[in-house]
């Protein structure tokens, strides 16, 4: 599904198979942080021109940065949680840049903390995802999330949080991996 040919046939057949159903469902595609610029730029034109509901971004990583100190570090699959904050960021606000604001964007990989999810809304999430952090921290996390991003509006001197969509993307954009995201790496 990587080439745009494959991934706008494939669309295309979803978005009339589910146009032709009642009720109409929300159509949305999550794309993995290991893609190349030219990857999202396609992901991205063909979910504007085939008007489907949003982008996930994003799904597991098949990187393994070599600071993973986990007995696990070797295993295949889809790595998830604190490992995928930085680059599922930055791929969120590049997308976030190459939408201009109009497609919903959902914002996961890494959410673990009211931090990281304002910087998922920062970075141009209009919603945010939690699973791993929800999993390892339980359903508190929930409600410490929403406290936080309560305190955030108030500093930030906005009235919603919606106001605050965006507001980082550039930055987060332009971002490169450093050695301090490689820290973040480590599990």
């Not at 504007?48 to 696990?72: H, M, Q």
């Not at 410490?144 to 106001?163: F, K, N, P």
């Not at 980082?168 to 954009?173: E, G, M």
Request: charged share 25%; glycine share 10%.
């Amino acid at each position: 599904m990587q080439r745009r040919e494959a991934l706008d046939d494939l669309i295309a057949r979803v978005v009339d198979a589910r146009d032709k159903t009642e009720p109409h469902r929300p159509l949305m595609l999550k794309i993995a942080p290991d893609l190349d610029a030219r990857g999202l730029e396609d992901i991205v034109a063909t979910a504007l021109t085939r008007r489907i509901d949003g982008l996930i971004i994003s799904n597991t990583t098949v990187a393994r940065p070599a600071t993973l100190t986990s007995r696990n570090r070797g295993e295949s699959g889809g790595l998830s949680g604190r490992p995928l904050f930085e680059p599922s960021t930055r791929l969120l606000a590049r997308a976030y840049l190459l939408t201009g604001g109009a497609m919903p964007l959902i914002g996961c990989g890494g959410v673990e903390d009211s931090g990281t999810a304002l910087a998922k809304i920062e970075a141009g999430a209009n919603l945010v995802q939690l699973y791993t952090g929800l999993a390892l921290r339980g359903h508190g996390i929930v409600e410490e999330i929403l406290e936080g991003l309560s305190r955030a509006v108030e500093a930030r001197g906005v009235d919603r949080i919606g106001e605050l969509v965006g507001a980082q993307a550039s930055a987060w954009a332009q971002r490169e991996r450093s050695t301090a995201d490689e820290d973040a790496y480590v599990s």
